[in-house]
């Protein structure tokens, strides 16, 4: 293995091109790296740990945890918490935000993130992940929760980390984006994906299809023409793929294109949709588009949402650019 593509060369060379730069973010790259590696080692002993399955405990968006949601959110919490570079974080599995311990020290960033988004997949051993996103906090003290409510395009960076037949991370600091594969003999992650792009068109399509009766009607007519195929105006075929993993749908549609859609659900007319803003969609949203990709709610740029709550739920329309403004048009007949 060549030690001249290693995740850690490529983000110092990255930290580099910024003057200014003081190494910290390369430091807490880094960290996040170090907590991935042990999700990484845990979910691929599988059920030989006895952590399969529920904890018998809600999170706060009255979903059941698994044993692992806790688990991984634990090991991201105690490997970021003493690094001096966060004044606090924000986890889909935790209710409010949570503070650096006062014996640490407190640093400029803040680290929100998914620790193991799709683990409804964990106990049938499909791909889940963890997504995270980073934000420039208050340098030096503790933060407060509004301090987290900060738009995507505010983002420093964001990265998601894949637990498949590999183990992958994908990492945008907003100069493209680029994919490392773990080598997990040696526990490096090595650079196997530089510049990620996203073709502009596709003809795969990504959508829980059980609940095609809620959704409003322009995804209705965008998922229509898709199954009418050659014989609909779209006069092309279309396949679809759902893996009910997020992680897994971003992935697919970085290596080939396609668009991803959790609409908006006439079911939940108080919630906005099911994924959340903060660590599902703002990063995944800014990856998509720095792959040259689009990220809407099919009324807006994701990007540019002014958040208001550290959990609040947004609908996701995001992948090929002229898929996505296609559904785009749609909402605005
Ligand atoms: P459904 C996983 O729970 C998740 O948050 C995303 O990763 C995934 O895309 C979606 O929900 C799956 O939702 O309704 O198909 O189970």
Redesign the pocket.
């Known amino acids: 293995m060549s030690t001249h593509n290693t995740l850690t060369q490529f983000i110092i060379e990255q930290q580099r091109k910024v003057p200014e730069a003081s190494g910290d973010l390369t430091l807490l790259i880094n960290d996040i790296a170090t907590a991935c590696k042990c999700i990484s080692h845990t979910v691929s002993r599988g059920s030989m740990t006895g952590m399969l399955g529920s904890a018998g405990t809600e999170n706060v968006q009255g979903e059941t945890q698994k044993q692992l949601d806790i688990i991984t959110n634990d090991i991201m919490v105690e490997t970021l918490e003493w690094t001096g570079h966060l004044s606090g974080m924000v986890s889909e599995e935790v209710d409010d935000f949570i503070p650096i311990p006062e014996q640490y020290p407190k640093g400029k960033y803040l680290a929100l993130f998914d620790p193991l988004?799709?683990?409804?997949n964990i106990d049938i051993n499909l791909t889940v992940g963890t997504i995270f996103s980073i934000l420039a906090g208050p340098e030096g003290s503790d933060a407060s929760q509004d301090d987290f409510l900060q738009k995507g395009v505010d983002q420093v960076c964001a990265g998601f980390v894949l637990y498949g037949p590999s183990t992958m991370m994908i990492l945008t600091t907003g100069q493209g984006v680029n994919g490392f594969t773990l080598d997990q003999d040696v526990g490096e992650f090595i650079l196997t994906h530089p510049n990620m792009t996203i073709p502009e068109d596709t003809q795969e399509f990504s959508i829980?299809m059980s609940?095609q009766r809620f959704w409003e009607p322009a995804v209705q007519q965008y998922i229509d023409e898709c199954m009418q195929g050659t014989e609909g105006p779209r006069d092309k075929n279309f396949n679809m793929r759902?893996v009910?993993?997020?992680?897994a749908?971003v992935y697919r549609i970085l290596t080939r294109g396609g668009v991803f859609l959790?609409p908006l659900d006439s079911r939940d007319s108080g919630k906005q949709g099911?994924?959340r803003l903060m660590y599902?969609a703002n990063p995944m949203g800014f990856i998509v588009e720095q792959a040259g990709g689009s990220c809407s709610t099919g009324l807006q740029r994701i990007l540019d949402i002014q958040p208001t709550d550290i959990h609040q739920r947004v609908p996701v329309i995001l992948g090929s650019k002229n898929e996505v403004n296609r559904v785009i048009a749609y909402h605005q007949k």
Do not use: C, P, Q, T
């Open positions: 988004d799709g683990s409804s829980n609940n759902w009910a993993s997020m992680v749908e959790y099911k994924l599902e």
